[in-house]
């Protein structure tokens, strides 16, 4: 069995719609199929999640009126007009619009609840056009098969739970393919949440584990895993195959490429996964799998952008002893903060996360209740894997480096750009 996962970029129109048909069709060999929300919906309902919380009328009706026109552009480009898929459609909707009169106490919480019908919207409107098309095509509700815990925005799974449940009703007969979502689960007293975003990847790596998948094909806008974002780097090349390993490294540093618990599920049975274009489906892509030897290959560049360091000091001069990590490592937990880099010594302890992470000024208030804190926006985080003296030295010209890090496979540099 083949599981593909399809993100949002993959079906941001109604042709990335009929595109996937075309791929499911003419390549013939996926049983289940993960989707994403279409395009930047996910980005939407977080603006409806925050005009519902904040009360903001005319937020929530912009907000709302661009997703509902969006979604019913792509039903109008996909069928005639008089399928069961468009009152399906309706239904959702006038849910999200009835959340704003209701009091919401938690956001994160109401998050999970409206955040999570991006996907419910895709692959129902996805299953209805595949079964236009002839294919033999069952919608299923992850939400009731992959069970977490109650950690809104980051919950953890039930393995025994989701496993009994996905194998007693994810798995296609012979007859027909199974599309559902990604990114998405619920308790087991029918609550939705989220694993994460970008979690989609997870989700397809849970399903190929406890359904013991041939593979897995992540289908992106790109011709396979870059060893450098071609945005940033004029001269990036594919890589043809990498490790398990690696792959996990790239996600960690930030490569835009999984999500990072992607890796564990398939590694923990060997099921390999492939990296390919939709654009170019025909293209061999970047497998994933037990290929170390392949790892050194070429070296691999990750910039992330709008990074802030923030450096903490006693106010004495006393030393940064453990109860000060302790404390400050509680508050990166309490507000879900993920640090790209750490750096300490006698009295200084500094860091480097993303600038645009929630709550993080919010931090930086609660650590000037008890520490000098100063920090730096706007820089840039650059990770190389592999590296030699000569791609070091290049990686710094005309920048001015204000942490530097080495290990033996990975050197990290944050930089401030000069005029």
Same mark, same amino acid.
């Given at each position: 069995?083949?599981?593909?996962?399809?993100?949002?970029?993959?079906?941001?129109?109604?042709?990335?719609?009929?595109?996937?048909?075309?791929?499911?069709?003419?390549?013939?060999?996926?049983?289940?199929?993960?989707?994403?929300?279409?395009?930047?919906?996910?980005?939407?309902?977080?603006?409806?999640?925050?005009? @519902?919380?904040?009360? $903001?009328?005319?937020?929530?009706?912009?907000?709302?009126?661009?997703?509902? #026109? +969006?979604?019913? !552009? *792509?039903?109008?480009?996909?069928?005639?007009?008089?399928?069961?898929?468009?009152?399906?459609?309706?239904?959702?909707?006038?849910?999200?619009?009835?959340?704003?009169?209701?009091?919401?106490?938690?956001?994160?919480?109401?998050?999970?609840?409206?955040?999570?019908?991006?996907?419910?919207?895709?692959?129902?409107?996805?299953?209805?056009?595949?079964?236009?098309?002839?294919?033999?095509?069952?919608?299923?509700?992850?939400?009731?098969?992959?069970?977490?815990?109650?950690?809104?925005?980051?919950?953890?799974?039930?393995?025994?739970?989701?496993?009994?449940?996905?194998?007693?009703?994810?798995?296609?007969?012979?007859?027909?393919?199974?599309?559902?979502?990604?990114? @998405?689960?619920?308790? $087991?007293?029918?609550?939705?949440?989220?694993?994460?975003?970008?979690?989609? #990847? +997870?989700?397809? !790596? *849970?399903?190929?584990?406890?359904?013991?998948?041939?593979?897995?094909?992540?289908?992106?806008?790109?011709?396979?895993?870059?060893?450098?974002?071609?945005?940033?780097?004029?001269?990036?090349?594919?890589?043809?195959?990498?490790?398990?390993?690696?792959?996990?490294?790239?996600?960690?540093?930030?490569?835009?490429?999984?999500?990072?618990?992607?890796?564990?599920?398939?590694?923990?049975?060997?099921?390999?996964?492939?990296?390919?274009?939709?654009?170019?489906?025909?293209?061999?892509?970047?497998?994933?799998?037990?290929?170390?030897?392949?790892?050194?290959?070429?070296?691999?560049?990750?910039?992330?952008?709008?990074?802030?360091?923030?450096?903490?000091?006693?106010?004495?001069?006393?030393?940064?002893?453990?109860?000060?990590?302790?404390?400050?490592?509680?508050?990166?937990?309490?507000?879900?903060?993920?640090?790209?880099?750490?750096?300490?010594?006698?009295?200084?302890?500094?860091?480097?996360?993303?600038?645009?992470?929630?709550?993080?000024?919010?931090?930086?208030?609660?650590?000037?209740?008890?520490?000098?804190?100063?920090?730096?926006?706007?820089?840039?985080?650059?990770?190389?894997?592999?590296?030699?003296?000569?791609?070091?030295?290049?990686?710094?010209?005309?920048?001015?480096?204000?942490?530097?890090?080495?290990?033996?496979?990975?050197?990290?540099?944050?930089?401030?750009?000069?005029?």
């Amino acid at each position: 069995m083949v599981i593909y996962k399809f993100g949002g970029a993959s079906v941001k129109d109604a042709e990335g719609v009929k595109n996937l048909g075309n791929i499911l069709i003419s390549h013939n060999e996926a049983r289940i199929i993960v989707v994403s929300a279409f395009g930047k919906t996910t980005n939407n309902l977080e603006e409806i999640t925050r005009a @519902i919380y904040e009360n $903001d009328k005319k937020w929530f009706q912009e907000s709302y009126g661009r997703l509902r #026109d +969006y979604h019913f !552009a *792509i039903m109008n480009a996909l069928f005639r007009g008089d399928e069961a898929i468009y009152k399906e459609v309706e239904k959702i909707f006038s849910l999200i619009n009835r959340a704003f009169t209701e009091k919401w106490e938690h956001y994160d919480y109401l998050y999970d609840q409206l955040v999570c019908l991006g996907e419910i919207l895709s692959t129902q409107i996805i299953c209805s056009y595949l079964n236009d098309q002839g294919l033999v095509c069952r919608w299923v509700d992850i939400r009731k098969n992959l069970i977490t815990d109650d950690l809104h925005r980051e919950a953890r799974l039930d393995w025994e739970t989701s496993q009994q449940r996905i194998q007693s009703n994810c798995m296609p007969n012979d007859q027909e393919v199974v599309i559902t979502q990604g990114f @998405i689960g619920g308790t $087991d007293d029918g609550i939705s949440t989220t694993l994460g975003r970008e979690g989609s #990847d +997870y989700t397809a !790596a *849970i399903l190929a584990n406890v359904l013991d998948a041939e593979k897995v094909v992540i289908w992106k806008d790109v011709p396979g895993v870059m060893n450098a974002d071609p945005r940033y780097f004029k001269h990036s090349q594919k890589l043809k195959r990498i490790s398990f390993q690696e792959a996990i490294e790239l996600a960690y540093y930030g490569a835009k490429i999984l999500h990072p618990k992607t890796i564990k599920p398939l590694q923990n049975k060997s099921i390999p996964l492939h990296v390919k274009s939709f654009l170019e489906p025909e293209k061999e892509g970047t497998l994933i799998g037990e290929y170390k030897r392949y790892d050194e290959d070429k070296p691999i560049f990750i910039l992330k952008k709008d990074q802030i360091l923030i450096s903490v000091l006693p106010r004495d001069f006393s030393f940064v002893f453990e109860e000060t990590l302790s404390r400050i490592y509680s508050l990166f937990a309490k507000y879900r903060i993920k640090v790209n880099l750490v750096q300490n010594s006698a009295i200084n302890f500094t860091f480097c996360v993303d600038e645009k992470s929630q709550d993080i000024y919010q931090l930086i208030e609660d650590l000037k209740e008890d520490y000098r804190v100063l920090y730096n926006t706007g820089l840039e985080l650059l990770t190389i894997r592999h590296y030699n003296e000569q791609i070091l030295e290049n990686a710094q010209v005309g920048r001015r480096i204000l942490v530097e890090q080495r290990s033996r496979h990975t050197a990290q540099f944050l930089m401030d750009t000069e005029d």
